[in-house]
């Protein structure tokens, strides 16, 4: 069987590798992040079944975060990694969590920035920025194409036909 998630660049694939760990890592794969990781895997992969493409993400849910964090090629992919990160840690919470990121999650979240050894001022702007989209009305997901596909306000032509969208 062919691996579902080698349309990905080394670059994508370790963040959403990253990405699922966060979710996975206090034991709850909750819907809301299942249905992220799906939508984001239907337009990154749009000839793979999300379904199948989240299977692999979990499948590989203990990742070496030395190995991953080395497949990001530029500073602001890793800055953007500890936004995204963080969003995904405080987008879902599990019951009687006190805090909007649970212990598993948030001890996990350090450990990334430990291996991603940013600046501490740069990961607080990151941080920052991160509780700002979440106060946001854009969906995680919006800010995740932006992020991965360099879409701004509206993607351009060319991204939405490989994407396989139309115009309406």
Known sequence: MADPLA???????????VLCWVACVDGVFAEEER???SRLASRLLPDVDPSEAVA???????????QL?????????????????????ASSSNP???????????????QLLEVLALPEAEVNEAE?????????TPAL??????????WGAWPSL????????QWL
Not at 69 to 89: G, N, P, Y
């Open 35 to 37: 249905e992220l990781l």
């Open 96 to 110: 009687g969590d006190e805090s909007p990121i649970n212990p598993a999650e948030r001890g996990a979240y350090r």
């Open 56 to 66: 692999a993400l979990v499948g590989q849910n203990s990742p070496d975060l030395e």
């Open 158 to 165: 060319e991204a939405l036909e490989f994407t396989g969208s």
């Open 7 to 17: 349309g990905l660049s080394a670059p994508q694939q370790a963040q959403l590798r």
């Open 141 to 150: 997901l919006d800010r995740l194409n932006r992020i991965l596909f360099g």
């Open 128 to 136: 920052w920025a991160a509780r700002q989209a979440l106060q946001d």
């Open 69 to 89: 964090v080395a497949q990001l090629t530029s500073h602001d992919q890793r800055l953007q990694l500890v936004k995204l990160a963080f969003e995904m840690a």
